[in-house]
């Protein structure tokens, strides 16, 4: 008979478990890792520097000096895109796009996962079909549509969905929901069998079973998604310009417009614009990093 030895893996002398071997392999590893994190955080780096600097100082010395500080940009930035108005705007179009876009896509995740009927499949590929299709495309046939269908006049002060708030909010739904049916439906589908089982027995409805029992333990994924969507819509910038007209309607990425000179554009202050409509997004993301890492780990795997 085979014996199986039980003895713990060897530790170092200090308790601390002992390092792995440098390998060839690791280390050109670890140097491509290094290299893709500089490559991607350049760009940032580059445009917070640039947003510290005067432009009459770059103009003389070049963007490949170091000198000519200053915050003064910040302060003409948010003064010339008035982004105190249109944060604003952004909060109106974001929050209430990505509550409806979450619970759009929860119920029809909920129905995927918890009934086996023959067109699930379909129903599924009719949800993510929008992302797989440019919204360019599209560009020309819902100008029209949005030009055309009025609105209810408790909805919007506008007539019409084009140049208002809830036009933006229907087209960030209608793209953004195939993405969180996919990961919902997949999540859901990871929960026992039992909970619905007990329900039923308990006299549940469908309703009880999808607001009582399944949303509760989707919290996670809620939180992963909710983090996403928040990023995505409220740096969503091509619908925002195409499909509104009134300036002091335009959220926040697209006032960065209002930053462009008409014979020259100011890439100092530019940076400084793109780095306070930046700074809403990195706080989100890290109050909800916890819910967000947790959100894209579990039901990852079935055991």
Request: aromatic share 14%.
């Amino acid at each position: 008979m085979t014996s199986v030895s039980l003895s713990r893996p060897p530790v170092a002398e200090d308790g601390a478990p002992p390092r792995r071997r440098l390998t060839p392999q690791r280390v050109v590893l670890h140097v491509f890792l290094i290299a893709v994190a500089v490559g991607w955080l350049f760009p940032v780096l580059w445009a917070v520097l640039t947003s510290l600097r005067s432009y009459d100082y770059t103009a003389t010395h070049g963007y490949v000096s170091f000198g000519g500080w200053t915050i003064d940009n910040y302060v003409t930035a948010w003064q010339t895109a008035e982004f105190g108005k249109h944060f604003l705007n952004s909060v109106y179009i974001t929050v209430p796009a990505v509550l409806l876009t979450l619970f759009l896509a929860s119920c029809v995740a909920f129905v995927i996962a918890r009934f086996s009927w023959k067109l699930n499949v379909v129903l599924l590929g009719l949800f993510t079909a929008a992302n797989l299709l440019p919204q360019q495309a599209l560009l020309i046939p819902l100008f029209r549509l949005f030009t055309e269908v009025p609105l209810p006049a408790f909805m919007s002060d506008s007539e019409l969905l084009y140049d208002s708030y809830w036009g933006l909010i229907l087209i960030n739904v209608a793209f953004q929901c195939g993405f969180c049916v996919f990961v919902l439906s997949n999540y859901m589908k990871a929960l026992p069998r039992d909970l619905y089982e007990a329900a039923m027995v308990d006299g549940a409805s469908i309703w009880r079973q999808y607001w009582q029992v399944t949303m509760p333990l989707c919290r996670p994924a809620l939180a992963a998604l909710a983090t996403l969507e928040v990023t995505w819509i409220y740096n969503e910038f091509f619908w925002a310009t195409v499909l509104m007209r009134t300036g002091d309607k335009f959220p926040v990425t697209s006032s960065l417009n209002n930053l462009r000179g008409e014979f020259f554009t100011d890439n100092n202050l530019v940076s400084a614009g793109s780095v306070l409509v930046a700074i809403p997004t990195l706080v989100i993301f890290f109050l909800l990093q916890r819910h967000f890492v947790r959100g894209l780990t579990l039901g990852a795997s079935k055991g």
